[in-house]
């Protein structure tokens, strides 16, 4: 079992957290205080690669493995953690379009959005369906020319700021085998979009509510087969945990780096801080809890690249216990600045703000230990 990254993966993350530093770290709480992510830094996260890592190279992508991308979101988290988990949300869309979508909607849409000339939302949380998303009720009517959707998404990052949505909305009867994926674009008549939300963190995020008042697209923007959406959903949902994980590890990171810097400059009593034993074991404890967490994040995304049969409860597992500790890393980091850490200046407390929904989306964390518990379940019955 090998556990160095190759040559190429190590190039790969030191490229992403270059690009992190100089492009994203210095303008992060501008962004958040604008509540926006220039466009011209995502073609410029799209010139590296970065806009379609996993999709095959022969679509238009970058072609890399999951592992691989778990490395860039890592890298770019280490800057910003809300940026990064931007980027993350338009690949897991984008990669549905390139598996699902029909050759007119891939060459519609394909180049642009790899390119992160435009952008894409996944919208499938709404109002009254969060964790059991197989009750959700956007429901898409056929018509003589595709589809006329009706209903409203909640929570949805690039909410009126995106180029492109790909919803999950129900097309049959009650159930998630009732439920499509069909693609809807801005502008598409019968659009419309909330205001965008005051959020604890991830504020450089535009998040809006998706509205849709008999919004029509045409039939060739329905993704894949009619009826199988939900499973297109779940199937997206393993690699969106494995992205949302590594970016809660490349933040929780970024803030033990600057516990560490800080311990060594900040003196009491007559010594740096470093120099108490008590705080030196607060620091192993949160090196030695993020090696875990790395270790389990890759192995899970081993796992869903190499197709195992357990990999959706890995991908689970890795997505509870990484943002579960990262946020405590985080916060045990801006413990040891003591109140230097709740002002803006040191930038940890954005970190444990942005943080801390990733113990929500994609799948809260409880739904994640129900997922396990039920795997756990099945193969103790086929034992």
Same mark, same amino acid.
């Given at each position: 079992? @090998?556990?160095?990254?190759? $040559? $190429?993966?190590?190039?790969?993350?030191?490229?992403?957290?270059?690009? *992190?530093?100089?492009?994203?770290?210095?303008?992060?709480?501008?962004?958040?205080?604008?509540?926006?992510?220039?466009?011209?830094?995502?073609?410029?996260?799209?010139?590296?690669?970065?806009?379609?890592?996993?999709?095959?190279?022969?679509?238009?992508?970058?072609?890399?493995?999951?592992?691989?991308?778990?490395?860039?979101?890592?890298?770019?988290?280490?800057?910003?953690?809300?940026?990064?988990?931007?980027?993350?949300?338009?690949?897991?869309?984008?990669?549905?379009?390139?598996?699902?979508?029909?050759?007119?909607?891939?060459?519609?849409?394909?180049?642009?959005?790899? &390119?992160? @000339?435009?952008?894409?939302?996944?919208?499938?949380? @709404?109002?009254?369906?969060?964790?059991?998303?197989? &009750?959700?009720?956007?429901?898409?009517?056929?018509?003589?020319? *595709?589809? &006329?959707?009706?209903?409203?998404?909640?929570?949805?990052?690039?909410?009126?700021?995106?180029?492109?949505?790909?919803?999950?909305?129900?097309?049959?009867?009650?159930?998630?085998?009732?439920? &499509?994926?069909?693609?809807?674009?801005?502008?598409?008549?019968?659009?419309?979009? *909330?205001?965008?939300?005051?959020?604890?963190?991830?504020?450089?995020?535009?998040?809006?509510?998706?509205?849709?008042?008999?919004?029509?697209?045409?039939?060739?923007?329905?993704?894949?087969?009619? *009826?199988?959406?939900?499973?297109?959903?779940?199937?997206?949902?393993?690699?969106?945990?494995?992205?949302?994980?590594?970016?809660?590890?490349?933040?929780?990171?970024?803030?033990?780096?600057?516990?560490?810097?800080?311990?060594? @400059?900040?003196?009491?009593?007559?010594?740096?801080?470093?120099?108490?034993?008590?705080?030196?074991?607060?620091?192993?404890?949160?090196?030695? $809890?993020?090696?875990?967490?790395?270790?389990?994040?890759?192995?899970?995304?081993?796992?869903?690249?190499?197709?195992?049969?357990?990999?959706?409860?890995?991908?689970a597992m890795a997505k509870r216990f990484v943002t579960d500790t990262?946020?405590?890393?985080?916060?045990?980091?801006?413990?040891?600045?003591?109140?230097?850490?709740?002002?803006?200046?040191?930038?940890?407390?954005?970190?444990?703000?942005?943080?801390?929904?990733?113990?929500?989306?994609?799948?809260?964390?409880?739904?994640?230990?129900?997922?396990?518990?039920?795997?756990?379940?099945?193969?103790?019955?086929?034992?």
């Open positions: 079992m @090998e556990f160095a990254l190759s $040559e $190429e993966q190590a190039l790969i993350f030191d490229t992403a957290r270059a690009f *992190g530093a100089d492009a994203i770290a210095p303008h992060a709480y501008d962004w958040e205080k604008e509540g926006t992510i220039p466009r011209e830094v995502l073609r410029a996260a799209g010139e590296l690669g970065f806009g379609a890592l996993y999709v095959p190279e022969e679509l238009g992508g970058t072609g890399l493995t999951r592992l691989d991308a778990t490395l860039v979101f890592e890298a770019l988290s280490m800057a910003c953690p809300s940026v990064a988990a931007f980027i993350s949300i338009h690949n897991m869309c984008l990669n549905m379009i390139a598996k699902y979508g029909g050759e007119a909607l891939r060459d519609q849409w394909m180049e642009k959005l790899a &390119s992160l @000339e435009a952008v894409a939302s996944y919208c499938l949380t @709404e109002p009254g369906a969060g964790s059991d998303a197989a &009750s959700l009720r956007t429901r898409a009517a056929r018509t003589d020319t *595709g589809w &006329s959707l009706t209903g409203n998404k909640a929570f949805i990052s690039g909410g009126g700021y995106s180029d492109v949505y790909v919803v999950m909305c129900r097309t049959g009867d009650a159930g998630p085998k009732g439920i &499509s994926t069909v693609l809807v674009p801005n502008g598409a008549e019968g659009l419309s979009f *909330g205001a965008f939300e005051r959020k604890m963190g991830w504020k450089a995020q535009p998040t809006a509510q998706v509205q849709f008042d008999a919004c029509e697209v045409p039939a060739g923007h329905l993704l894949g087969e009619e *009826g199988r959406g939900f499973s297109y959903a779940m199937e997206g949902l393993d690699g969106g945990r494995l992205n949302i994980a590594a970016c809660a590890l490349g933040g929780a990171q970024a803030a033990l780096d600057a516990a560490l810097r800080y311990t060594g @400059e900040r003196t009491a009593f007559g010594q740096s801080l470093d120099r108490f034993q008590a705080l030196q074991f607060r620091l192993a404890d949160m090196e030695t $809890e993020l090696q875990a967490a790395r270790v389990f994040l890759r192995q899970a995304a081993w796992k869903l690249d190499t197709g195992a049969g357990d990999a959706t409860k890995f991908c990262a946020s405590r890393v985080a916060n045990d980091a801006l413990q040891l600045f003591g109140g230097y850490g709740y002002l803006e200046d040191y930038g940890v407390e954005k970190i444990v703000r942005d943080l801390r929904v990733h113990q929500i989306l994609e799948g809260t964390n409880e739904i994640m230990r129900v997922i396990v518990a039920r795997s756990l379940l099945v193969e103790r019955d086929r034992s």
